[in-house]
């Protein structure tokens, strides 16, 4: 069966505890289990790995060249400073989908710019744990085409 990573950044490891009134109660493990449901509907699996390490992250695009079909990534506060993570996202040549729980857009300044967004086939932002959802769902709709 395909596998789809689903890679999270740091701090998601605390979701569901860390400001709920910006990032829900939802728990990471909540979201996995919402990302293998969705994927096994369309035929597909997931691997998850969260870490607070950017490095780490970094691997696993690296590992995911080969093992994966695409990626469904939500790199935390990397999103707006890692240029070496949009690096390796650039050398993946997979279907990427950029998820936001919350609306970056309407928050601080610093959070308005992404340098992954450049690396992404989609980017889903402010829809909460649903939106890591509609990002599967638009990846195994581009998986199909």
Known sequence: MPTVLVLNGPNLNLLGVREPEIYGRTTLADIEEMCTRTAAEAGLSVRCLQSNHEGDLIDAVHEARETTVGAIINAGAYTHTSLALHDALKSY??????VHLSNPH????????????????AVVAGAGAKGYVHAMEILAEDLDA
């Open 93 to 98: 040549d997979h279907p990427i989908i950029e």
């Open 106 to 121: 309407a928050r601080e300044s610093f959070r308005h710019h992404s340098f992954l967004s450049p690396a992404a086939t």
